[in-house]
């Protein structure tokens, strides 16, 4: 048994100084990395346009409600920044392009860049695309399962923000006098 796994060490060590070019991506690597680098930069273009929106309705969000909700809107366009930039490196450290082309970006995104009138059409605006995010987050998860288990890590991380800042939005309404 000792030398089956010495062995595999050496196998290990082997295979790790053939195509050292390709970095992260060893022959362990079982995803269809064109797949998985579509699916990141799709992932890429949600975060993004998500910020946007969000840093729209900072700006925008009017009343007597509207302090609370823009730091609100604030911080979330921060968090969405960060994943944009955690999956920007995954793409690279697949050896990848970022796709961060404004041309195509709306289409590339699976949330939509929706301005909204009021506070409360904001809100509603970003819950809807966080909740496509949810949705399309745990689909990404399921693809990956155990063929690449780094960027299925990552999209676990912000699915479970993306989830707080569903939770957040629906206080947020929930706040917001009823009509």
């Not at 995954?90 to 709306?106: H, K, T």
């Not at 059409?121 to 399962?145: H, P, T, V, W």
């Amino acid at each position: 048994m000792a030398g089956a796994f010495l062995s595999d060490i050496q196998t290990l060590r082997k295979r790790a100084r053939e195509h050292i070019t390709q970095g992260a991506v060893t022959p362990g690597y079982h995803a269809d990395r064109s797949v998985v680098l579509k699916l990141l930069n799709e992932a890429l273009a949600t975060e993004i346009i998500c910020t946007l929106r969000y840093k729209r309705h900072y700006f925008m969000a009017k009343g007597i409600h509207a302090e609370g909700v823009a730091a609100e809107f604030l911080q979330h366009a921060g968090e969405e920044q960060q994943h944009a930039d955690q999956i920007a490196a995954r793409i690279v450290q697949l050896g990848g392009a970022p796709d961060f082309s404004p041309d195509g970006l709306a289409t590339r995104s699976h949330a939509e860049y929706v301005e909204g009138g009021s506070l409360e059409e904001m809100i509603k605006e970003d819950l809807i695309a966080e909740r496509i995010a949810i949705d399309s987050y745990k689909d990404i998860i399921g693809y990956l399962a155990d063929k690449d288990s780094t960027t299925r890590r990552m999209f676990e991380e912000i699915l479970a923000v993306e989830e707080e800042h569903a939770d957040d939005l629906v206080s947020l309404l929930d706040g917001l006098p009823k009509r």
